[in-house]
C-alpha cells in the first residue's frame, strides 16, 4: 500500500506523535510510507528521519517556538525586568483563533500537498487529528480531483465537546459542531482510540456512523514485559514514579503530593515536561525532567509503585494507561469523581489499585499495595498492544471497509 501521513510531528513525546511515529515504522517494512509535516518539528539527527521520506513546510509566527515562549499560557515570569512578558504570558492568545493558530498554515500546506499529489501516487491518505483545523485538508484533498483514494482522518480527541476548558463556551460549541459536521463529511473513514469516543461520534454527527473504526494506542514494549509477569521485590524506600505531564482542572497531582508530604518511607521520582505551578519543594519528590521515549520502560522498572493519574473527564483511553499496564507493576490509579473510559477498562485488573483523588484514598491505597505486595499477580496480556499488532490491525480494517 502506498500511504500519505499528514502530521504535526512525530519527533515529541506527545500521544499522536508517538502513535504515527510507530505506525509509520511498522508500516514501512511492507508498505511505502511518505510524511508531510514541519521543518521545526523534524530531528534530523534522528534514525527515522534518516530512514523515511519527509516533505516539510515551514511554520509561521503564531505556531513557532518564538510566539510559545511569549505567550505560553500558565507559565508566569515574576521578574521585574521581564514584566511585560510575564502580563502576556498569562493571555492565552490560542483561544483567539479557530479553530487554532496552526489555521495560518493551511495556505502553505495546501501548496506542498498538491505538489506531492502532482508528482506521486498513493492509495491512502492518513491526517492526524491534531491540530484540528487539519480537518480542512479532506474536502481540499476531495476538490483538487488529484487523488481517488482513501482518505482517512485519525484523532484522539474531538473538536466539538472536547474537555479543554477553553472549549466550553456557548459559542465555541456551536462554531466547533458546524466545523466538524462540514469538514469530516469528507474523509472515507475516522479512526478513533476508544468506544467511547466512536459513540460520541456516532451520536453528534449521525451521518459519520459508517465511517467511524476504533483503533487503540499501542505501547512500546520490551522483550520482558511481553512475558506474563515480572517478579516484584520491594525495597527499603519504597520509589513510586509518575511519567508524563499535569494539568490544571483535568489532571492535577496536588492531593498525591499531600498523601505523600513528611513520610520519609516514600520517594516518588517524576519525569516528565512539568509546568512551574506543579513544583512543590517536599523531600520525597525528585522532579528530573522530560526523558526520551525509548528508555521510558527502563525507569518504571526501577519503581516498587508506578503511579497513573486519570483524567477527570474525556473520551480517550490515554495511551500512558497502556504503558503502564504493560510494566507489570502495582499501580495506584488515581480517579477523579466521574466513570472514565480509562476506570472501566481497568476495572477487572487486579494489579490495580484505583483509588479516589484525595489523600485519604491516596494513603490507603498505597498501605494496601504494601500489604499485599510479595503477593500481588501483576499478570496481563499485551499481544494486543504492540504497535506492530495495532498496525497491522488498522491497515486491515480500513481494507475491509473498502
Not at 518564538?66 to 492565552?92: C, H, M, Y
Not at 476548558?165 to 462540514?182: D, I
Request: glycine share 4%.
Amino acid at each position: 500500500m502506498r500511504i500519505l501521513v499528514i502530521s504535526r510531528s512525530v519527533f515529541s513525546n506527545s500521544p499522536q506523535s508517538i502513535r504515527f511515529r510507530n505506525l509509520i515504522e511498522s508500516w514501512r517494512a511492507n508498505h511505502s510510507i511518505k510524511l508531510l509535516t514541519f521543518k521545526d518539528n523534524i530531528n534530523v539527527n534522528s534514525d527515522f528521519y534518516r530512514q523515511n521520506e519527509i516533505f516539510v513546510v515551514k511554520k509561521n509566527f503564531f505556531t513557532s517556538k518564538i510566539a510559545k515562549s511569549l505567550f505560553a499560557p500558565r507559565i508566569q515570569n515574576r521578574t521585574e525586568s521581564n514584566r511585560a512578558i510575564g502580563l502576556l504570558k498569562k493571555v492565552n492568545y490560542r483561544k483567539f483563533f479557530f479553530p487554532d493558530t496552526y489555521i495560518f498554515t493551511i495556505l502553505a500546506i495546501k501548496k506542498k500537498l498538491l505538489e506531492i499529489l502532482k508528482s506521486s501516487h498513493f492509495d491512502v491518505i492518513i491526517i492526524s487529528g491534531f491540530p484540528f483545523s487539519f480537518q480542512i485538508f479532506g474536502k481540499h484533498i476531495r476538490k483538487s480531483g488529484l487523488f481517488e483514494g482513501l482518505v482517512v482522518y485519525d484523532t484522539g480527541d474531538p473538536f466539538y465537546g472536547n474537555s479543554s476548558v477553553s472549549t466550553q463556551g456557548l459559542m465555541h460549541k456551536l462554531f466547533s459542531f458546524k466545523y466538524e459536521n462540514k469538514h469530516l463529511s469528507y474523509f472515507d473513514f475516522i479512526v478513533v482510540p476508544t468506544e467511547r469516543l466512536k459513540n460520541h461520534y456516532e451520536r453528534s454527527f449521525p451521518k459519520l456512523k459508517n465511517k467511524i473504526l476504533i483503533v487503540a494506542q499501542g505501547v512500546q514494549m520490551s522483550e520482558s514485559q511481553t512475558s506474563q509477569s515480572i517478579p516484584l521485590q520491594l525495597e527499603k524506600v519504597v520509589k513510586l514514579v509518575y511519567i508524563g505531564s499535569f494539568y490544571k482542572g483535568i489532571r492535577e497531582p496536588y492531593k498525591l503530593f499531600e498523601a505523600l508530604d513528611g513520610d520519609s518511607r516514600f520517594l516518588l521520582n517524576i519525569f516528565g515536561r512539568i509546568n512551574p505551578e506543579f513544583y512543590i519543594e517536599q523531600n520525597n519528590i525528585k522532579y528530573n525532567g522530560e526523558i526520551e521515549y525509548s528508555i521510558v520502560n527502563e525507569q518504571y522498572q526501577k519503581s516498587n509503585i508506578v503511579v497513573f493519574i486519570d483524567n477527570f473527564e474525556g473520551f480517550q483511553i490515554p495511551g500512558k494507561l497502556f504503558e503502564v499496564l504493560v510494566q507489570k507493576k502495582p499501580i495506584l490509579f488515581i480517579s477523579g469523581d466521574l466513570e472514565t473510559p480509562s476506570k472501566t477498562y481497568v476495572s477487572n485488573i487486579s494489579f490495580v489499585f484505583v483509588v479516589e483523588n484525595n489523600k485519604k484514598s491516596i494513603l490507603k491505597g498505597v498501605e494496601r499495595i504494601l500489604e499485599s505486595y510479595d503477593n500481588i499477580d501483576c499478570s496481563f496480556d499485551s499481544s494486543e498492544l504492540s504497535w506492530s499488532y495495532l498496525a497491522k490491525e488498522y491497515l486491515e480494517s480500513i481494507a475491509n471497509e473498502i
